[in-house]
Structure formats: structure tokens, C-alpha cells
């Protein structure tokens, strides 16, 4: 659910505002935070106060429902605005935050998806915002929307004392390793996408796989769902279409690794752990 504001609600609002301008975030010049603001102080947003939403709290934030959080999409318009910047979403997500992570990953999948819902998928009719759940609704064919979720595996696999990670090809200009990951296929149960990705991407049998936790990732929005496994045979043979490099590596001399805030870094701290 995520409703639009009344005016006089807006007049007193103050909160945390999540302004996206295509798959930028609005920020003070200088900072990785979100925004902390009376929306009197926001006067260069102001023609969009009939478009202003409030982001419905999370229970799961470490920080409780303390501050409202307001969204606005400006979508493709620029705004030049002194002492206001805009930074790429994975600036914020990554700032340090678990808060700021959920916060801004959640906010921006429900942009995406009013963005992408436009139109009714069947008929092909404008569609409207629903305003007691999130969705979006077509008054011709009754088709309604939810926000997609797109499950993904991600699985650190472990033998011995080693670890055993990749350089994506998305990584190729950064000495980055990371543990392997990739879509969940329709009609396959988690576990099997588990080893099917692992054989294609590395060409190793692995086994004891074990449920870790979950996390969701706003690009655009997926759902990871980490596991940990061993190695169970196998060389490794790399699918060049997604991967660069992988190798094992011995769990005293790692390479750069992502953060711990994300799931990745989560998993190949377990495994650290583990042993
Ligand atoms: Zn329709």
C-alpha cells in the first residue's frame, strides 16, 4: 500500500524524502545520505506536491517507524538545483545503513514498478494506482498488478580451509571476487537453481547445501535467497558469458570482497566463521 498526501498533511510533513530522477536519488550536495527535511525547505519540488507518497514503514528496520518516508519520481525531468545533487542508488544502498538499504531498495522497486505498470499488460488500457494495497488496477479488463519479485540464489561454496569465488563480468574493471549468484528459473524449487548455477557457471558438483537467509536487491527487484554448500567434485570451468575468473581461494588470503552489508559479504563471512 502506499498512498498519496494530502496537502495539509504536506504542509507539516518532515521526514526523510526519497526524490528519484530516473535511477538517481536527489541528495545534499556532498552527502550519501537520505535527505532529512521539512518539506517547507523543499521549494524546488513543490509543482509536485500532487505527487508526493509516503512510503509505508517496514517493521523490520532496525530503527523501528522513526522517521516518515516520502517519495517522489521526477522521472526523466533535470533539476538544477544549487546544494542538490543526484547519485546513483547504489551510493545510498551502500553508504552503511541497514536502514538507508531497506529504506531506499524498497522505495525504488515500488518506483519501478509504477513506472513499468503504466499501461494493463493485457488490454493494453491506462491503469490506476490502488490505494489501499500496492498495485496498480485496469477499470477495463480488471487486471491487476503487484510489484514483480524475481528470486535469485546466491551460494557461497566452501572445501576445507577455501573459499570459492568469481570475478563477474560485471566486475571487470574492479578487483572484486564474489560468491555466485543467479535467477531462479520458472518451475525449479531454490536448491535445484542452487546447483544448476553452479554448474553452469563454474562446472563443479557441490552438496550439504544449507539455507542461510535472505535479502532483497532493488536492481531492479530481485530476492536473494543465500545458501552455503561444499564442494563436492569437479574442476572448475568457467561460463565466459558471465564470469571472468574463479578460483579458490584459502580463507586466510582472500581478495577484495563485497561489503557485509550486502548478502555476498554476509555469506563469505559464514563461511570464514565456519571453520
Ligand atoms: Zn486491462
Given at each position: 500500500m502506499m498512498k498519496n498526501i494530502t496537502p495539509s498533511q504536506l504542509a507539516g510533513a518532515a521526514g526523510q524524502w526519497l526524490i528519484f530522477a530516473k535511477d538517481k536519488v536527489l541528495v545534499e550536495a556532498g552527502t550519501t545520505s537520505i535527505p532529512h527535511k521539512?518539506?517547507?525547505?523543499?521549494d524546488f519540488l513543490h509543482h509536485y506536491a500532487s505527487e508526493v507518497r509516503v512510503l509505508p514503514p517496514l517493521?523490520?528496520?532496525?530503527?523501528?517507524?522513526a522517521l516518515p518516508v516520502y517519495l517522489i519520481d521526477i522521472g526523466a525531468e533535470n533539476i538544477e538545483q544549487p546544494k542538490w545533487e543526484a547519485v546513483p542508488l547504489r551510493t545510498i544502498l551502500m553508504a552503511g545503513s541497514d536502514d538507508a538499504f531497506s529504506i531506499a531498495g524498497r522505495a525504488w522497486q515500488y518506483i519501478h514498478f509504477l513506472r513499468t505498470h503504466?499501461?494493463?499488460?493485457?488490454?493494453?488500457a491506462v491503469t490506476e494506482q490502488v490505494d489501499w494495497e500496492m498495485a496498480v488496477h485496469c477499470h477495463d479488463c480488471h487486471h491487476r498488478s503487484y510489484p514483480r519479485i524475481s528470486p535469485c540464489i546466491i551460494v557461497a561454496i566452501y572445501h576445507q580451509d577455501s573459499i570459492l569465488l568469481a570475478k563477474s563480468v560485471r566486475h571487470k574493471n574492479v578487483n572484486l571476487y564474489s560468491t555466485l549468484a543467479g535467477f531462479v528459473e520458472s518451475g525449479e524449487t531454490l536448491e535445484h537453481a542452487v546447483h544448476r548455477e553452479v554448474m553452469e557457471e563454474v562446472g563443479v558438483k557441490i552438496k550439504n547445501l544449507s539455507y542461510f537467509g535472505s535479502q532483497p536487491w532493488p536492481f531492479p527487484h530481485s530476492l536473494m535467497a543465500g545458501y552455503l554448500a561444499e564442494y563436492e567434485s569437479g574442476d572448475i570451468v568457467i561460463d565466459d558469458n558471465e564470469i571472468i575468473d574463479a578460483k579458490w581461494f584459502k580463507l586466510s588470503d582472500l581478495p577484495p570482497t563485497p561489503p557485509t552489508l550486502s548478502i555476498a559479504g554476509q555469506l563469505i563471512e559464514a563461511v570464514i566463521k565456519r571453520k
Open positions: 521539512p518539506w517547507q525547505e523543499l517493521v523490520a528496520t532496525t530503527q523501528g517507524a503504466r499501461f494493463c499488460g493485457q488490454c493494453g
